[in-house]
């Protein structure tokens, strides 16, 4: 009996230990704390991505990363594989594909709506059957006039109608230059206040935003609910400036109704892969990051 007590009083011991140590190690290392949903937008690993897709969604995957942001749409496929393929590979490793960077037909006119209707139709589909929430168009070209401005808004909209019939939200991410001037209007606030919240959201890219000369919290509090998507973007890596005020950003992001965001590194200190980790444990080990 006195054996059997000394075993268990020793036992008793080493789980309290553990246990200390357990809350040692996530005083240390507080991330740990609670799994964040951090996104990547998978343009960061361009160049690693073309040869090994499934080695580096292994290795994204253990770095930690839950949501997905696609950015290699051609032809019904999504990196080489097939929608439902993808979704599969994706899942399998504990990820879900959220969004994806689709170009679209880089013109349009009335005298090609039929035909680009048509692409958008099969973007639609194909990215539903990927498992996405947003279908995001990259980029676009700069009018020279609010009339031509307006023209691209309506047309995002007849856009966001076939999308929304497949349960996506479309949008549109931004770059520097849609913060220039169109005959005295701001190009990104006119596309704003001409596009139907219901159809078209915007992915706030804040590094671009910032470098095109304004601050992303004052836009994030001066059209609440239009960005359910951020792209958190640095010069390199997620941090490593200092110029940007990610705590006020993610603050604002929240309060106006952010669902998604996704870490994209376009510049490196280090080999991509890496850049990307550091990008990710930087986001981890932020307080103000749900």
């Not at 005083?27 to 740990?32: E, G, H, K, Q, S």
């Not at 942001?69 to 399998?92: C, H, L, Q, R, W």
Request: with cysteine.
């Amino acid at each position: 009996m006195i054996q059997n007590r000394r075993n268990f009083l020793k036992k008793a011991s080493l789980f309290s230990l553990a246990g200390v140590v357990g809350s040692t190690d996530l005083l240390a290392n507080p991330w740990m704390a609670k799994s964040k949903s951090i996104g990547l937008q998978l343009y960061s690993l361009r160049d690693d991505i073309k040869d090994n897709v499934k080695g580096v969604l292994e290795s994204v995957a253990k770095i930690g990363y839950k949501k997905l942001e696609a950015a290699n749409y051609d032809n019904g496929s999504i990196y080489g594989m097939s929608p439902s393929a993808f979704k599969d590979t994706v899942n399998g490793l504990g990820m879900e594909m959220r969004s994806a960077h689709v170009g679209g037909p880089r013109s349009y006119s009335k005298d090609t709506h039929s035909e680009a209707m048509d692409w958008w139709k099969k973007a639609a589909d194909d990215h539903a059957e990927a498992g996405a929430t947003y279908l995001i168009k990259p980029s676009m070209p700069i009018p020279k006039t609010l009339d031509e401005l307006r023209v691209w808004c309506d047309y995002y909209n007849q856009v966001g109608e076939i999308t929304k019939d497949k349960g996506l939200m479309f949008g549109f991410h931004n770059h520097s230059r849609e913060f220039e001037k169109i005959e005295g209007e701001i190009m990104f606030d006119f596309m704003l206040k001409n596009t139907d919240p219901k159809l078209f959201c915007m992915e706030l890219d804040v590094y671009w935003c910032q470098e095109g000369g304004y601050n992303p919290v004052d836009y994030l509090k001066k059209y609440k609910g239009r960005f359910p998507l951020l792209h958190i973007k640095d010069e390199k890596e997620i941090g490593q400036s200092g110029k940007m005020d990610f705590k006020a950003i993610f603050k604002a992001a929240y309060a106006q109704g952010m669902k998604d965001y996704f870490v994209e590194v376009e510049r490196y200190n280090h080999p991509p892969l890496e850049s990307v980790r550091q990008s990710y444990e930087y986001l981890a080990k932020a307080s103000f990051v749900k």
